[in-house]
């Protein structure tokens, strides 16, 4: 019987399905702001709120553009590391609520030395399909997954 490998790494890029998403529901968001019966100045709020979430959203989680937006997770001796262009390798603490689904993977998680709960979704269509299925597998059964990094 072998022993388990701690090492695994996988990445991911931006969401076709993901960002389809976001601008439906945004869509909606907006045309609520005009149908409801509120004054004109609300609805030009609520529209400029919706669009400067847009303008933060789409390129930190979305689209992947940013320095610091998070496209890759890895294993090793270490513990669980998250890559971003800013930042490099970055230490985590996976949290008990992420969730490994066939279509989408919702990684939430601590950074070392934050009190800060993020949240990163990954797509089934961000990756390959193998790729997604070995990342869902290891977080199902990795041990010491909801460990602190040391």
């Known amino acids: 019987m072998s022993s388990p490998s701690n090492g695994f790494e996988c990445r991911w890029h ?7 998403a976001y601008l439906l529901a945004q869509l909606f968001a907006l045309g609520s702001l005009f149908l409801l019966s509120i004054p004109l100045w609300a609805g030009l709020a609520g529209a400029l709120c919706c669009l400067l979430h847009g303008f933060w959203v789409l390129p930190r989680q979305i689209l992947l553009t940013h320095p610091k937006a998070f496209c890759g997770l ?24 992420s969730l490994a689904l066939p279509l989408v993977v919702v ?20 990756q390959a399909a193998d790729v997604h299925r070995r990342l869902r597998v290891r977080l199902k059964f990795s041990r010491r997954r909801w460990a602190a990094p040391e």
């Not at 294993?75 to 970055?90: S, T, V």
């Not at 990684?107 to 961000?126: Q, T, Y």
């Open 107 to 126: 990684l939430r998680f601590r950074l070392r030395g934050e009190r800060r709960i993020r949240a990163i979704c990954v797509p089934r269509d961000s």
């Open 74 to 97: 890895r294993r090793d001796g270490d513990g669980w590391q998250l890559w971003n262009q800013a930042g490099g390798w970055q230490a985590v603490q996976l949290r008990p609520d």
């Open 14 to 20: 931006a969401s076709r399905q993901l960002l389809a």
